[in-house]
């Protein structure tokens, strides 16, 4: 069973970073478009980045230019590097194929960013 596990979330002040890591059991990073996507509380899930098997990648309108999507093939492991955190970008981050697909949600890890 393929399971995906994100870490890396907590507590920061508007204006800083966190690293986000995505690690995965089985071998789904080596042929699978992998993308973050997070959930603020009452909103509706959305894709942040994406990245291809060939490390072509992809950012929302919001985060461009603040974030860093990257990936490990070897390791299966996917990160998503977060600066210029604002209050908006709270919300528990998941790591997912693109299209994501249902069994692989994780328990996501919750990013706050206080004013």
């Known amino acids: 069973q393929v399971q995906l596990v994100e870490f890396g979330g907590g507590l920061v002040q508007a204006g800083g970073s966190l690293k986000l890591s995505c690690a995965a059991s089985?071998?789904?990073?080596?042929?699978?478009?992998m993308g973050w996507y997070r959930q603020a509380l009452g909103k509706q899930r959305e894709l942040v980045a994406s990245i291809s098997t060939t490390g072509r990648t992809n950012y929302a309108d919001s985060v461009k230019g603040r974030f860093t999507i990257s990936r490990n093939n070897m390791k299966n492991m996917v990160y998503l590097q977060m600066n210029s955190l604002n209050p908006e970008d709270s919300a528990v981050y998941y790591c997912n194929t693109l299209p994501s697909k249902r069994d692989y949600w994780g328990q996501g890890t919750q990013v706050t960013v206080s004013s």
């Open positions: 089985g071998s789904i990073f080596s042929s699978n478009v």
